[in-house]
């Protein structure tokens, strides 16, 4: 099926007579947009049943009924079918078939690589090298995010701006930083990116040596978004202090606070939030994978709905991220690949770890989140190359910090820790999100 897809995907890119219409006007659709206009495919219009949607543009683009779609002749265009619910992609599928269009044909289903489980993962090298720059590929992961913000939000939150060019007013380009305050977390999620499970104690990070370190990165950069999160942000507890500091800072445009959603922030924070719209909430939308529930105690299944409706209550900016109807699974597996230098450069270019964000954690800058914690656990060994894979903010002079950072971020082009990692990508092997697991997973120091 994938290879059907690719086949699709090179066929309307050669394919100039024809119009593309993108079916869904949603995140996903949208998300598609920015793949496909990567990709040097020119979009015409949405198709959507929402009557609402039809009203306006969407992305600077119509939005048609399929009744209009079915109006046209199926020989004069291509459908790309982009929705992350299998059943409404089911729905428009028979819709469209009873109407006469061919899948695989005048239409097919593009998101079904994000939401199927493969268990057999393609090697890395049959996976072709994206077509645009790596910066071109940081400035349209943020992109994405703040549109899902916009979206998300009231009518007047600030419309999406896209970063231009690395430096940007004499400040370093940051589209996206995490910043990472704590390892508690409330569920034990056993794929976890973060690898939470695999902390034998958790440890909150210090609010002073947090904000210190957030002010001299925002002294010298724009931040697009900054990323609260851990473990279970809420956990933390002086978030309080946290937010306050961070409100101080100059150069940040919006702040996510990341939650799994299983416990309530304290009435101080919400105190903050109400005050402050730029902070928001930002709800992982666990619960909406149909088999996670199951897996949680009564307690942490009830706060789920609690707070949605905190944040309605307060009129919290918040927003739910789409359903992950699949994780990577990276496994547990950190023993050197063997990779020649091509290899892992390659590797590198083709993760999707590699472009969305930096993140800033005791007192380093990491471009890879998932390797933060194999360091940390000592699990894979530091090396002489390893300090490639991050800056350390004490050993950087305030003069030299944007282009340490600037250099650091677009033109890095292969870490350490990829020789012991298989990526993640469209080819990776896939696993069921949030499935728990009942005890801390500690792990020792391995030989490798
Ligand atoms: S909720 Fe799950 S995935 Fe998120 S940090 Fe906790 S254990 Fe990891
Ligand atoms: S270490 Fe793995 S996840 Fe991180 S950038 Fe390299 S290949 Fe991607």
Redesign the pocket.
């Given at each position: 099926m994938l290879k059907q897809l690719y086949d699709f995907l090179i066929k309307i890119s050669t394919d100039k007579t024809k119009k593309i219409y993108i079916r869904g006007a949603g995140i996903q659709g949208q998300n598609t947009l920015v793949d496909l206009i990567e990709m040097g495919i020119t979009v015409s219009a949405y198709i959507d049943n929402d009557p609402e949607k039809q009203k306006n543009l969407c992305s600077g683009l119509p939005v048609y009924a399929p009744q209009w779609l079915y109006h046209q002749d199926s020989n004069d265009y291509y459908v790309l079918c982009a929705m992350m619910n299998p059943q409404y992609y089911a729905q428009a599928r028979k819709e469209m078939m009873i109407n006469g269009l061919e899948e695989n044909i005048h239409f097919i289903d593009i998101s079904f690589p994000l939401r199927t489980l493969r268990k057999t993962p393609l090697p890395a090298r049959l996976i072709p090298k994206p077509s645009t720059s790596r910066e071109a590929r940081i400035f349209n992961n943020a992109y994405r995010r703040k549109r899902e913000a916009h979206v998300s939000m009231p009518k007047n939150f600030p419309a999406p701006v896209l970063p231009t060019s690395r430096i940007n007013d004499g400040l370093a380009s940051i589209s996206l930083l995490n910043v990472w305050i704590t390892t508690a977390c409330t569920l034990r999620c056993r794929d976890c990116l973060h690898m939470m499970p695999h902390y034998k104690s958790t440890s909150h990070e210090d609010v002073e040596v947090i904000i210190n370190n957030l002010r001299r990165i925002t002294n010298v950069s724009h931040v697009h978004i900054l990323e609260v999160l851990g473990g279970e942000t809420f956990l933390h507890p002086n978030l309080l202090q946290i937010l306050e500091g961070i409100a101080t800072l100059s150069n940040i445009d919006q702040v996510q606070l990341i939650t799994n959603e299983t416990i309530l922030p304290d009435m101080e924070v919400i105190n903050f939030l109400k005050k402050n719209p730029k902070f928001l909430i930002r709800l992982s939308n666990y619960n909406g994978h149909t088999e996670f529930p199951s897996a949680l105690d009564d307690n942490q299944q009830g706060d789920f709905s609690k707070l949605d409706k905190l944040c309605h209550v307060h009129r919290l900016n918040h927003l739910r991220r789409t359903v992950d109807y699949s994780w990577t699974d990276?496994t547990d597996d950190f023993r050197h690949r063997g990779y020649s230098k091509d290899d892992v450069k390659h590797?590198?270019d083709i993760?999707?770890?590699?472009t969305s964000g930096l993140t800033l954690y005791q007192g380093k800058l990491y471009?890879?989140f998932?390797?933060i914690s194999p360091y940390g656990l000592n699990i894979i060994p530091l090396n002489e190359d390893s300090s490639r894979d991050y800056l350390v903010l004490a050993d950087t002079s305030d003069e030299d910090l944007r282009d340490s950072i600037v250099n650091f971020y677009y033109d890095t082009d292969?870490?350490t820790?990829?020789y012991?990692?298989?990526?993640?990508h469209y080819g990776s092997r896939k696993v069921i999100p949030n499935q728990q697991i009942k005890k801390q997973v500690h792990r020792e120091m391995e030989t490798i």
């Open positions: 990276f590797l590198f993760c999707g770890c590699a471009i890879c998932r390797m292969y870490l820790c990829c012991y990692c298989d990526g993640s």
